[in-house]
């Protein structure tokens, strides 16, 4: 849990956004998942936004490399596309600027844990 958060405070299971947004393709369809559920923003007492499970969920794809890389060349697949593993590597790299755009040297740690996985 992060610092200064309440540990009776709920916030996004980023797994479960995930597996979620992996199966529907949806981050929509997924915050309304979690609305159905009950699951709310407890700063706000409204459901979650859509951004905030896309975040939640590239924060597991980001910390899970063979997950979120396993994710994005099945989704490419799919659609006719075939990346390269080089190209797969700048997708969450990208990826991984957004969900640590906020958190100080939090891209520079992703680089030092990044781990070498082919596909």
Do not use: H
């Not at 200064?4 to 997924?30: A, N, Q």
């Not at 990346?83 to 590597?89: R, V």
């Amino acid at each position: 849990m992060a610092i200064g958060m309440s540990p009776k405070r709920k916030i996004l299971d980023d797994e479960k956004c995930f597996r979620l947004y992996r199966d529907t393709g949806s981050v929509y369809k997924v915050a309304r998942i979690l609305a159905d559920e009950g699951l709310v923003n407890q700063s706000t007492g409204r459901p979650y936004t859509p951004q905030a499970v896309y975040l939640a969920a590239w924060r597991w794809g980001v910390t899970n490399q063979k997950d979120g890389k396993t994710y994005t060349y099945e989704v490419g697949r799919s659609k006719g596309v075939i990346f390269t593993n080089e190209e797969l590597d700048e997708i969450l790299d990208a990826r991984a600027k957004y969900v640590y755009a906020k958190k100080k040297n939090g891209y520079e740690e992703y680089l030092a844990t990044k781990i070498s996985f082919s596909i």
